[in-house]
């Protein structure tokens, strides 16, 4: 090749890829805590929920708080590649396939962590309706179980489009190896595409569709999450501001680990040309907007909290005073006070402080969700149910041992498949020939 | 190349340098009554569609109907366990609309794309392992090529067609075999 088209190093990267040192320093630690994580769901398996922290009252701790936070990070995915493509932002092609992979991983880290809840985890299938002798059926007016369901199907819609969106540079993949094994790896997951005339228009009807549909079934499932905690009468939880509130805070922390997988990312494989400085930036518009907005959720449920007064206003002081205090204050602070700096262009357009900024949310909103569960939880009504939660050993095992399975995968992920979705890159870069 | 000669054509494949003058040989090898025509390209492109008179609303149907029967499945599914299996709690009702609204909704958007990315795929004959196309030597969706092929049909005529597309300047003109049987 004379000049090298937009795109080209993607392609190449599996094949000879360009950074294996730092991916295999990288690869090593998160594949040792992927062995924490084996080790933590076994001892879940034979000892069973009492290894973890959470007791009546607070019955739920980690496992649900950490499965909400997994969830909203995937979201911000689906969001960058459905929304936006709807809304015709060619700068998300550069940013689309990356975050699309984010999701199907942390949107699996989220979904193993009630599983392990039940307790009896080989029987999640009761979950399910099917016909058997024990006389039993789910309780479908339950958000329990819409829970199963929502999340059940944004795991396959999620998998699906990222695929199909993948098929066309998978083929180019294959079209570009010159090994064999390369060849047959790649020419196998394309499934034979060729990007003859009409399968483009059957792929784009697809696509474009699915996409459509995407959008409200992310808004669809993190109100049901929300739902597990505002169709509770648990003061501090039954709120209307609970659905919008939690899918505003799933994009904030989600568009903040997009922007810190963005950076490392298009360091790390060289990627400056497609990853633009402009490209951080609109991730950093994106952090700062959904940041505002949860900044209001929060205002909005301390004017709940005031104008219910009773209980409400005690667990409200309970959190900014209480046990707890240290997950609110953090929370407020880690999420707000660095975003702030988000407001500034140069800080936007910076690499190294937006993903400080991004790493900042990922943990403050972590402790929103946490403090969002346990301080309600841990004194309701009754003050004969009233008890504090401790995270134990091993439920800082299994969360840490699902941080490095989610690294792992994406590592994999970005060492064997193109990351970026190259094909909507040039597809884009003619299209301004073609029309002007 | 004797042996070319007598193998069955599978067609002729011509290579353009850019979208637009590949749509422009798509529309004039159509105004002179050549086909069927298909193309190759290493993204979709604008007006392509109209140009090889691509019609079909076939995955689009199938996303409706998919969503309509999920929907139908859904509340069908809440519906029969609740009056099968009847949870009398506080005196609500056994089919509460509200209540059942979720699930109806997620298992309409798991059906409807599960039943048009299936469309899709079925509609484009895919997967497929092999493909006339593939034996090309100019042949890669990596590179920004663009090709047309005027698919060999009873009367197929290699010198008209020839001629015809020399007339487009043509980055390349290669005949393909068609598939050993």
């Known amino acids: ?436 | 190349m004797a042996d070319r000669e007598n193998s069955v054509p599978w067609g002729v494949l011509a290579e353009f340098t850019g979208p637009k003058p590949l749509l422009e040989a798509v529309r004039s090898l159509r105004q002179q009554g050549f086909g069927p025509i298909e193309t190759f390209t290493p993204f979709p492109i604008d007006g392509l569609e109209e140009a090889i008179w691509f019609r079909s609303r076939l995955v689009p149907a199938a996303f409706l109907f998919g969503g309509a029967a999920g929907a139908v499945i859904g509340f069908g599914m809440q519906a029969w366990v609740n009056l099968i299996f009847p949870l009398w709690i506080g005196g609500r009702p056994l089919i509460a609309i509200p209540a059942f609204m979720l699930i109806t909704f997620e298992l309409m958007v798991l059906c409807s794309v599960a039943a048009g990315i299936l469309a899709m795929l079925i509609g484009n004959r895919l997967p497929r392992l092999n493909h006339p196309v593939f034996e090309a030597e100019r042949f890669s969706l990596a590179e920004e090529r663009y090709f047309l092929a005027i698919l060999a049909g009873a009367d197929f005529d290699r010198h008209g067609v020839g001629k015809a597309l020399a007339t487009l300047d043509p980055v390349s003109i290669t005949d393909i075999a068609a598939e050993a049987a």
């Open chain 1, 1 to 436: 090749m004379s000049t090298l088209l937009p795109g080209e190093q993607v392609y190449r990267a599996p094949t000879a890829f360009p950074a294996r040192l730092a991916w295999w320093l990288l690869f090593a630690p998160s594949f040792l805590l992927t062995i924490l994580l084996v080790i933590a769901i076994a001892m879940v398996f034979t000892r069973g929920t009492g290894i973890w922290g959470n007791n009546i009252p607070v019955a739920w701790g980690f496992p649900i708080s950490n499965y909400i936070w997994w969830l909203g990070i995937g979201h911000a995915g689906t969001l960058i590649s459905a929304m936006l493509l709807l809304l015709n932002q060619g700068w998300r092609n550069s940013l689309n396939r990356f975050a699309e992979a984010m999701t199907l991983f942390a949107v699996t880290c989220g979904a193993l962590y009630p599983i392990f809840h039940l307790g009896r985890p080989w029987r999640f299938y009761w979950m399910a309706p099917y016909p058997n002798v024990m006389d039993t059926q789910p309780q479908f007016k339950s958000p329990l179980t819409w829970d199963f369901w929502a999340v059940l199907t944004y795991l396959i819609v999620s998998t699906l489009f990222w695929y199909i969106g993948t098929i066309p540079d998978l083929a180019a993949a294959r079209d570009k190896a010159t090994k064999r094994r390369w060849q047959v790896f790649f020419g196998l997951l394309a499934l034979g595409w060729r990007g003859a005339g009409r399968h483009w228009a059957r792929w784009r009807q697809a696509y474009w569709i699915t996409a459509g549909i995407a959008v409200p079934l992310v808004v669809s499932v993190h109100s049901e999450i929300a739902m597990l905690f505002a169709a509770g009468p648990v003061p501090g939880w039954n709120s209307t501001i609970f659905p919008p509130y939690f899918v505003l805070g799933a994009a904030f922390s989600g568009f903040a680990v997009v922007s810190m997988i963005a950076v490392v990312l298009r360091h790390m494989l060289r990627l400056e040309q497609l990853v633009t400085a402009h490209h951080l930036s609109m991730l950093g518009c994106l952090t700062l907007a959904c940041g505002m907005m949860t900044a209001f959720g929060y205002v909005a449920e301390a004017f709940t909290a005031l104008y219910a007064g009773g209980r409400e206003l005690e667990t409200l002081y309970d959190r900014l005073t209480g046990p707890y205090a240290w997950s609110f204050w953090g929370a407020v602070i880690l999420n707000f006070v660095p975003l702030q700096l988000l407001w500034l262009e140069r800080i936007r357009r910076a690499p190294v402080p937006l993903f400080l900024i991004g790493l900042s949310v990922a943990v403050g909103m972590w402790m929103e969700r946490y403090m969002l569960l346990v301080s309600s939880l841990s004194r309701d009504w009754l003050e004969s149910s009233a008890g504090l939660f401790h995270a134990t050993f091993w439920d800082w095992a299994l969360y840490a041992g699902l941080i490095g399975f989610f690294l792992t995968a994406f590592l994999l992920f970005v060492r064997f498949l193109p990351v970026i979705s190259v094909f909507e890159v040039r597809e884009r870069a003619v299209e301004g020939t073609l029309h002007g």
